[in-house]
């Protein structure tokens, strides 16, 4: 079965509430491994509510999460220095590198902060 990495926006938006983003995610997990980077779950728990603890648990519990290996670190770093031009975060990059070491899609809602050529994009 194929895997796909989610981003961090896209598993906010859920443990939110967004009924689009459940409907989403209820496909990927349909049709695909969904799986996440080690830096998304250190991002979701940095901007996690208090009231998203058992949520936020559940829902991490039901993913794969991929470490952040010396090849991932490595690739993000070379990404961040391919875009200096622009302003993007290196949690960012380490996130499109484990897709991309990974070989599967990235699902997000913030298509801007991947501007990756070969990045593959849900």
């Given at each position: ?14 443990l ?36 998203e603890?058992e ?44 897709a ?21 994009l849900?």
């Amino acid at each position: 079965m194929p895997t796909v990495v989610i981003d961090s926006d896209i598993l906010i938006h859920f443990l939110r509430g967004d009924p689009k983003v459940k409907d989403f995610l209820e496909r990927i997990a349909s049709q695909s491994v969904p799986c996440c980077s080690a830096i998304t779950v250190a991002e979701i728990h940095a901007g996690m509510r208090s009231s998203e603890k058992e949520g936020t648990k559940e829902l991490l519990d039901s993913l794969v999460i991929l470490p952040v290996t010396r090849e991932i670190a490595e690739l993000a770093g070379n990404l961040k220095q391919s875009v200096r031009h622009m302003k993007l975060a290196l949690d960012d990059c380490l996130i499109a590198a484990t897709a991309l070491i990974e070989e599967v899609p990235l699902a997000t809602g913030n298509r801007r902060h991947y501007p990756f050529a070969k990045l593959v994009l849900l």
